[in-house]
């Protein structure tokens, strides 16, 4: 896999946890008492399980992307994958939690987002993709 295809991958996985982070703000305001019986709580658990598999694997794959770089000073970027990575983590711990609720109420949600972990995750995804993205922009074209 090329930087650009890492990238491109990278910016899917950011989008896929930033849409359900949207969503399950949108879910947490309609006060519904469970995810059954309405297309919105199907939506609520699609969310929850795309989420879930964009955060597997995150900070190994950041340190493959890092590699194809080529940056000649990793130190900086793998201490940062790492604090990603734990971050990570902890957040699908978190959504894998709420999946593992027979029945996921708006309130449950509502805790979800407000959830250190997974709000300094977005913060974390959006400075790295950033610097990688300057990063990308800033290479030599062969």
């Not at 940062?80 to 939690?97: E, M, P, S």
Request: hydrophobic share 45%; net charge negative; glycine share 4%.
């Amino acid at each position: 896999m090329s930087a650009a295809e890492s990238l491109a991958e990278l910016n899917a996985r950011i989008d896929i946890i930033e849409e359900a982070y949207e969503y399950f703000l949108a879910y947490a305001s309609q006060g519904l008492p469970s995810d059954h019986g309405n297309d919105t709580g199907r939506q609520a658990r699609h969310y929850l399980d795309r989420c879930n598999t964009a955060l597997t694997g995150l900070g190994a794959f950041l340190d493959s992307f890092i590699d194809r770089l080529g940056v000649d000073s990793a130190a900086p970027y793998r201490a940062f994958n790492a604090v990603i990575d734990a971050d990570a983590r902890h957040a699908q711990a978190a959504i894998q939690l709420v999946l593992a609720q027979p029945a996921i109420s708006s309130q449950i949600v509502d805790n979800l987002n407000a959830s250190i972990h997974l709000r300094a995750l977005l913060t974390d995804l959006f400075l790295i993709d950033e610097i990688l993205k300057q990063r990308q922009r800033n290479l030599p074209t062969a």
